[in-house]
């Protein structure tokens, strides 16, 4: 980690079925900080579901909408941050949210992810012919990004309660060796 860093929140990175909302939600109610998911801001913000934006203005313009979303929390303090899977692909999102929070990635393997996700409808990004085979390529092309995270946490064998404690015990420990 930078030394030069004020951790003041949290945030969750990663791919989408690796636990980012659930996992989020108890942390959050754990250490007594707000929760906010960057999807669910988006969403607020423009009256719009995110399938609708990425099919009527297509996925770069959901991004610019990310964007400004990561600016404006760089002035939280105790918050949890749930970001959307994409979101570290683009830098200036991951430099400003290690300003001022630890940035955990949750991990899961292609496997359990589609096993988490193959039901839900919701995602605009599995909309393809091959969801399983759309899954590992989006997850090789994130992993270098991912992977700049301050912390990395497999969910794969873990319940969230279990996931929930390591991440926990990751910020307090970052906590007290800033």
Same mark, same amino acid.
């Given at each position: 980690m930078?030394?030069?860093?004020?951790?003041?929140?949290?945030?969750? =990175?990663?791919?989408?079925?690796?636990?980012?909302?659930?996992?989020?939600?108890?942390?959050?109610?754990?250490?007594?900080?707000?929760?906010?998911?960057?999807? &669910?801001? =988006?969403?607020?913000?423009?009256?719009?579901? =995110?399938?609708?934006?990425? #099919?009527?203005? $297509?996925?770069?313009?959901?991004?610019?909408? &990310?964007?400004?979303?990561?600016?404006?929390?760089?002035?939280?303090?105790?918050?949890?941050i749930?970001?959307? $899977?994409?979101?570290?692909?683009?830098?200036?999102?991951?430099?400003?949210?290690k300003?001022? #929070?630890?940035?955990?990635?949750?991990w #899961?393997?292609?496997?359990?992810i589609?096993?988490?996700?193959?039901?839900?409808?919701?995602?605009?990004?599995?909309?393809?012919?091959?969801?399983?085979?759309?899954?590992?390529?989006?997850?090789?092309l994130?992993?270098?990004?991912?992977?700049?995270?301050?912390?990395?946490?497999?969910?794969?064998?873990?319940?969230?309660?279990?996931?929930?404690?390591?991440?926990?015990?990751?910020?307090?420990?970052?906590?007290?060796?800033?």
């Amino acid at each position: 980690m930078q030394n030069d860093r004020n951790i003041v929140n949290l945030a969750l =990175i990663g791919f989408m079925g690796t636990g980012k909302t659930s996992v989020g939600r108890l942390v959050a109610e754990h250490l007594g900080y707000e929760f906010l998911d960057t999807d &669910e801001l =988006i969403q607020t913000a423009t009256g719009r579901s =995110i399938t609708d934006i990425f #099919a009527q203005d $297509g996925e770069p313009a959901f991004r610019a909408l &990310e964007q400004r979303v990561v600016q404006e929390l760089a002035g939280r303090r105790h918050t949890l941050i749930s970001t959307g $899977g994409g979101l570290p692909l683009h830098a200036p999102n991951l430099t400003s949210l290690k300003q001022h #929070a630890l940035v955990v990635c949750l991990w #899961a393997s292609p496997e359990k992810i589609w096993e988490r996700v193959c039901h839900q409808s919701h995602r605009p990004l599995l909309h393809a012919p091959d969801p399983r085979a759309k899954i590992h390529e989006l997850l090789a092309l994130r992993e270098p990004f991912y992977k700049q995270a301050d912390v990395l946490v497999n969910t794969d064998l873990r319940t969230m309660r279990e996931v929930t404690h390591q991440v926990v015990h990751q910020y307090r420990y970052a906590l007290n060796h800033q």
